[in-house]
């Protein structure tokens, strides 16, 4: 008896799949509400009142499936024994490059009002079989340090210190904070 190939392994397939890891193909994913593809939306509130838009899509690390695979199986996966939910936001001032087996994000801020915090979190479910739910995270957060901050890239985290790393990712330009400068962040992660 003759096996098929599953067409995401044929030649097609794997040329897609391919394309969809570009920026360009993460863009159209997310807009086709694919699974797997995830944003982040900063918008930056300067202290005259002027509003910027910015956004980019980031990469999922092996801890963050990790964490994925033992909040649905409620069993230790790679030394995740607690899986707690990634909703805490981390701003750095460090550009990455990320890789599969981060656990930190370089450069994370401490500075007075830019530190890690806990996000709000939305879920809005499927309209449709197979269609892609999404989960948001969002905060707000206000430089009230003695100086300018640069914010480079950001992450989510299971945990408000340390914990486990779930997806991080630059923004596609940096953000120069000034003192009481705001900026928010969005982060939607396709299901």
């Not at 801020?109 to 499927?126: K, V």
Request: charged fraction near 15%; charge should be positive.
């Amino acid at each position: 008896m003759e096996t098929l190939t599953p067409k995401q392994y044929s030649p097609a397939g794997r040329l897609v799949k391919r394309f969809l890891h570009t920026k360009l193909g993460a863009r159209i994913g997310f807009m086709l509400g694919l699974s797997g593809y995830n944003t982040i939306v900063a918008t930056i509130k300067r202290a005259n009142g002027k509003i910027e838009v910015i956004r980019s899509y980031n990469s999922r690390v092996d801890k963050g499936a990790d964490l994925c695979a033992s909040l649905m199986t409620g069993a230790e996966q790679n030394s995740i024994t607690s899986p707690l939910p990634p909703k805490y936001i981390a701003l750095s001032t460090s550009s990455l490059t990320p890789a599969h087996d981060d656990t930190t994000l370089s450069g994370e801020s401490a500075a007075s009002g830019l530190a890690r915090a806990l996000g709000t979190q939305t879920y809005t479910p499927t309209a449709t079989l197979d269609a892609a739910a999404s989960y948001v995270v969002s905060k707000t957060f206000t430089n009230t340090s003695a100086g300018s901050v640069t914010i480079e890239s950001a992450a989510l985290f299971d945990a408000a210190s340390s914990g486990n790393l779930f997806v991080e990712g630059n923004l596609s330009s940096s953000v120069v904070l000034a003192i009481n400068d705001q900026i928010t962040i969005n982060w939607t992660v396709n299901l």
